[in-house]
């Protein structure tokens, strides 16, 4: 893994040119310069784009995981990768040596399928909801974790040959569990890397008008695709719980319980449950398949 190969996928809406040309610009300043550049403009028209950036302009909006893809299939059109690096259009790189240090990361670890970047704002400061662990801790303290953050993250291209892309379903919302899970489940590893840090404003995951339906029936959605049977119910049986508690919104709870009973009734993908001895592995790990 010397000589990594790096490809770089970012989804944008067109909302947010002075941002992404600021991303871009911090890409371009990696003391290991990526292969490829792929941006795509997700149901949008895209900005003037620096030379070396290939921009790909979709007539509709496929969402995170539609719009993830499309970026995956021209990278590979590209040339070969080691690593594809998918970035927020709002981020920021600010550090000069990401790259390499990813590639370090896969060069002590083979097995390494997922890097999932610190996410901070302006100020140094990590949202709860942006560290991947049950028990939060320390936002600095990295380690191995069952899940990622879409924001910022590596993959590695072999482990995506074996379990496949983003869940194109999913649109928007737990499609970075579905593909963790798949990748737990084939063997591969998962690392929380604090000191590789997205600089990105603070934001509220509500503030998306779609947000209590699609995270509803997407979490449904997961339990069938991947859970065994004796756990969808006890998994879908505690984040209700977790959500009734938590709701301050009658309008966001009704939202919610119609995205569940869309994702009870409607199909998802291809059902493959996975191992037991994985979900062994993800309790090891302190985050068990149930929450």
């Known amino acids: 893994m010397r000589h990594l190969r790096v490809g ?40 003037p784009l620096p030379h070396g950036a290939t921009g790909v302009e979709l007539s509709e909006n496929l969402g995170v995981s539609g719009g993830r893809n499309v970026a995956l ?23 000069p040596d990401v790259f390499s240090r990813l590639a370090e990361l896969h060069e002590q670890d083979p097995k390494l399928g997922i890097v999932s970047f610190r996410i901070a704002d302006e100020l140094g400061r990590t949202q709860r909801r942006h560290v991947p662990r049950l028990r939060v801790g320390d936002p600095r303290r990295g380690g191995p974790v069952t899940t990622f ?23 928007y919302a737990h499609e970075e569990t579905d593909l963790a899970w798949r990748a ?21 995951p509500t503030r998306h008008a779609v947000f209590h339906r699609m995270v509803a029936r997407n979490r449904v959605w997961l339990a069938k695709r991947h859970l065994p049977a004796l756990l969808v119910p006890l998994y879908l ?3 209700a719980a977790l959500t009734a508690v938590r709701s301050r919104s009658a309008a966001g709870m009704r939202a919610w319980a119609a995205g569940f009973a869309e994702g009870v009734r409607t199909p998802c993908g291809r059902r ?10 993800m309790t090891k790990l302190g985050r068990p398949p149930i929450i």
Request: net charge negative.
């Open 149 to 171: 953050l879409g924001g910022g993250h590596s993959l590695f291209v072999p482990m995506l040959e074996r379990i496949g892309g983003w869940p194109d379903e999913f649109f």
């Open 8 to 47: 770089v996928a970012i989804l944008t809406m067109g909302n947010r040119p002075a941002e992404l040309q600021a991303l871009l610009d911090s890409v371009a300043k990696q003391d290991l310069q990526p292969a490829h550049i792929v941006v795509v403009g997700n149901g949008s028209p895209l900005p």
């Open 237 to 239: 049986g505690v984040w």
């Open 73 to 95: 299939d021209e990278l590979r059109k590209l040339g070969e990768l080691d690593v594809v690096v998918d970035l927020d259009d709002d981020g920021l790189l600010i550090s």
């Open 272 to 281: 493959r449950p996975m191992r037991w001895r994985t979900v062994w592995r």
């Open 184 to 204: 737990l489940d084939d063997g591969w590893n998962i690392r929380y890397a604090p000191e590789i840090v997205l600089q990105h404003p603070y934001t509220s």
